[in-house]
T-cell receptor, first 115, second 109 residues
C-alpha cells in the first residue's frame, strides 16, 4: 500500500487566496483525521471523519476553514481566504476504525506558506 | 482528556537502551496509553500502545506501572534513526489523538 497520500507537498500562496489541501487515505480505512502543526501550538487535531461523516470539527480554527470527505478515498481541507497565520504543516491521517486502540497512519504533510 | 507529562529532551548513545518516561496520574480505567514518534520533516508514526499489561513489538517495549499512573517506552538499542520527538498520548474512546510537547530524543554516535 502507498500509505496516506497528500498533495501538494508544498504550497506557497498570498494572503486572501483560496487554498485546497488534498488527502487520499489508506484503502479500507474508514476514519480520517486532519491535523495542523506549528512551532507555537504543536500538533493540533482540526477535524475527523468516520465513514465519510464529520464527527468532531471543534478543532477547526474558524469559518475560513472547511473540510469535506465526498467518498471513502478522498478528503479536502480548504482555507478561504488564507492568512499568514495559517502557515503550518497540515497532516492527514487515517485508521481502520476510530476506537481508542486503533493505530493512525499519517501522511507526509503539506507545508503551507501564506505570504 | 487526561494529561501526560514528559521530559522535554533526552540524550542517548547509539546502541544503548533508552527509557523514555511518561507520567499520567489522572489516567482513567479505560484510557489506552499510546506512543507515537515524529522523525524530522515527517509525519508522526505509531510506535506502540497498551492498556494494563506490558507490551512488546518490533520497534519497542512499553512498560506500564501497576497503578497505571506512569509508563516507560523502551528502545532496546538506539540507532541514529531513532532520533525523533516521542509523544505519549492517552486515548479514551473515539479517534482523538491529543499531542503534547513530547520528548525530543537525540542519539549520539
Amino acid at each position: 500500500d502507498a500509505g496516506v497520500i497528500q498533495s501538494p507537498r508544498h504550497e506557497v500562496t498570498e494572503m486572501g487566496q483560496e487554498v485546497t489541501l488534498r488527502c487520499k487515505p489508506i484503502s479500507g480505512h474508514n476514519s480520517l483525521f486532519w491535523y495542523r502543526q506549528t512551532m507555537m501550538r504543536g500538533l493540533e487535531l482540526l477535524i475527523y471523519f468516520n465513514n465519510n461523516v464529520p464527527i468532531d470539527d471543534s478543532g477547526m480554527p474558524e469559518d475560513r476553514f472547511s473540510a469535506k470527505m465526498p467518498n471513502a478515498s478522498f478528503s479536502t481541507l480548504k482555507i478561504q481566504p488564507s492568512e499568514p497565520r495559517d502557515s503550518a504543516v497540515y497532516f492527514c491521517a487515517s485508521s481502520f476504525g476510530w476506537n481508542s486502540y486503533n493505530e493512525q497512519f499519517f501522511g507526509p504533510g503539506t507545508r503551507l506558506t501564506v505570504l | 482528556d487526561a494529561k501526560t507529562t514528559q521530559p522535554n529532551s533526552m540524550e542517548s548513545n547509539e546502541e544503548e537502551p533508552v527509557h523514555l518516561p511518561c507520567n499520567h496520574s489522572t489516567i482513567s480505567g479505560t484510557d489506552y496509553i499510546h506512543w507515537y514518534r515524529q522523525l524530522p520533516s515527517q509525519g508522526p508514526e505509531y510506535v506502540i500502545h497498551g492498556l494494563t499489561s506490558n507490551v512488546n513489538n518490533r520497534m519497542a517495549s512499553l512498560a506500564i506501572a501497576e497503578d497505571r499512573k506512569s509508563s516507560t517506552l523502551i528502545l532496546h538499542r538506539a540507532t541514529l534513526r531513532d532520533a525523533a520527538v516521542y509523544y505519549c498520548i492517552l486515548r479514551d474512546g473515539g479517534g482523538k489523538l491529543i499531542f503534547g510537547q513530547g520528548t525530543e530524543l537525540s542519539v549520539k554516535p
